[in-house]
């Protein structure tokens, strides 16, 4: 719309397909802008704990323009999309930002286990999806120290000498639905394990 002509479309008008109208357009990015600012800078927002209580912010350029916002990110591709730092303890800012779904944020948060792999660093969630692995297997390697591909540890169907020495080990700092998961066995046979039971009467117990 040219500058200086008024629209006859109230500001902040809601279509059926979820977009406002703000700053002479049509937009589905507009309530993204307002949120990102608010979380960074509003301590009365419950997020903002996570955010600018934890010196997150946003870049000048963005916080002062929503036409600047636009132009570095454009549309979110889909309702499903939010936006996404790549960076999570770095700020809001077009190098740094991208478009991306809550699966995919959920692999790039700040607990979020990462590992070198071909030479790349990435979050685990991520490669056991992209290559299809089995997540309690490959967790369960990433916590022995196991190659993250090595699923030939699960032809048995018994834990080893070895298996019940190191869950051992970590009983003091994981709970028994963790453990389980890691070895993939029952919370039984860990029950077993930390109620002091010795290697033989654990070892017949298959896991799940």
């Known amino acids: 719309m040219p500058k200086g002509v008024k629209s006859p479309i109230k500001f902040g008008t809601k279509r059926d397909d979820g977009k406002i109208w703000a700053f ?4 589905n990015s507009y309530t993204t802008w307002v949120a990102m600012r608010h979380r960074c800078r509003n301590p009365n927002l419950p997020a903002y704990e996570q955010y600018g209580g934890r010196g997150i912010s946003v870049c000048t350029e963005w916080n002062k323009s929503f036409r600047a916002f636009h132009e570095d990110m454009g549309e979110r591709p889909t ?23 809550d699966k995919e944020q959920a692999w790039n948060k700040t607990n979020t286990i990462y590992v070198e792999w071909a030479g790349e660093r990435i979050s685990l969630p991520r490669l056991v999806a992209e290559r299809g692995w089995d997540w309690n297997k490959a967790y369960a390697n990433w916590i022995a120290g196991r190659p993250l591909d090595d699923f030939a540890s699960y032809s048995s169907k018994h834990l080893n000498e070895s298996d019940v020495h190191d869950i051992v080990c970590l009983l003091p700092i994981l709970d028994n639905a963790e453990i389980s998961r890691a070895f993939g066995v029952t919370r039984q046979m860990i029950d077993l394990i930390r109620s002091g039971k010795r290697w033989a009467k654990v070892s017949g117990i298959s896991p799940t």
């Open 79 to 101: 309702m499903d999309h939010s936006i996404e730092r790549i960076d999570v303890n770095g700020n809001y800012g077009p190098e740094n930002c991208v478009w991306a779904t």
């Open 24 to 27: 002479g357009m049509w937009t």
